[in-house]
């Protein structure tokens, strides 16, 4: 079965700063992994989605993550946060291996920006 | 314009009365789901549709919770006799990883 753990559910940075989620997960199967954003009251917003072609995804908002087999690791990060970067990011994996492709999340990182 | 529309954005309720919610995909997509997220956590597989037939459901729907895709388009998803603990952002998503804004239900 799969899971994803997320590392710190607090993270904060300053603006401009270098800003780094960190995601791991476990699967029998090659994964499809997932990062979303979710603002206070919204629905979630896919950031980037790795399926297995290149292993540096690159996604919306200046957002990037790894895939990392070796580390079993998908962290996502940005060079220079902004104020609007503070929200709650998720972590997911795709049932892949499975009939329903269903995800499966982290249960989320808290990020805030101090000007 | 996230690709799938869901009604209504906020649902207050008293315990006891049944509430139905509803997704709309806007263009048409063979595989829709739905998930539930509680304060705090991130979302849980409620259950999934391949086209109008309903493929699996998580054991976290009980028997109070029924959930149907007519003619493969839209789903809707009722939960009857809500209970405090049912409340939640209820959200749809469809073609595996696109969401739409949720339902946030509260139970009083």
């Known amino acids: 079965a799969q899971s994803v753990t997320q590392l710190g559910s607090h993270v904060s940075v300053s603006e401009g700063a270098l800003v780094l989620l960190r995601c791991n997960y476990s699967?029998?199967?090659?994964?499809?992994l997932f990062w979303y954003v979710q603002y206070p009251n919204q629905g979630l917003q896919l950031l980037l989605k790795?399926?297995?072609?290149?292993?540096l995804v690159k996604g919306i908002n200046g957002f990037e993550a790894e895939f990392k087999k070796s580390e079993t690791s998908f962290h996502l990060t940005k060079p220079s946060a902004h104020m609007s970067d503070a929200a709650e990011y998720f972590c997911?994996?795709?049932?892949?291996?499975?009939?329903?492709?269903?995800?499966?999340f982290g249960t989320g990182t808290l990020l805030a920006v101090q000007p | 314009d996230t690709g799938v529309s869901q009604d209504p954005r906020h649902k207050i309720t008293k315990r006891g009365q049944n509430v139905t919610f509803r997704c709309d995909p806007i263009?048409?997509?063979?595989?829709l789901y739905w998930y539930r997220q509680t304060l705090g956590q991130g979302p849980e597989f409620l259950t999934y549709?391949?086209?109008?037939?309903?493929?699996?459901k998580s054991r976290l729907l009980s028997d109070r919770f029924s959930a149907e895709r007519p003619k493969g388009s839209f789903s809707t998803l009722e939960i009857q006799r809500t209970e405090q603990g049912d409340s939640a952002m209820y959200l749809c998503?469809?073609?595996?990883?696109?969401f739409g804004s949720g339902t946030r239900l509260t139970v009083v």
């Open positions: 997911a994996v795709s049932d892949s291996g499975g009939a329903t492709n269903k995800l499966i």
């Open positions: 699967s029998s199967v090659p994964p499809y």
């Open positions: 790795y399926t297995s072609a290149a292993t």
């Open positions: 263009s048409e997509h063979n595989r």
């Open positions: 549709f391949q086209n109008e037939a309903q493929l699996e």
């Open positions: 998503g469809i073609g595996g990883y696109t």
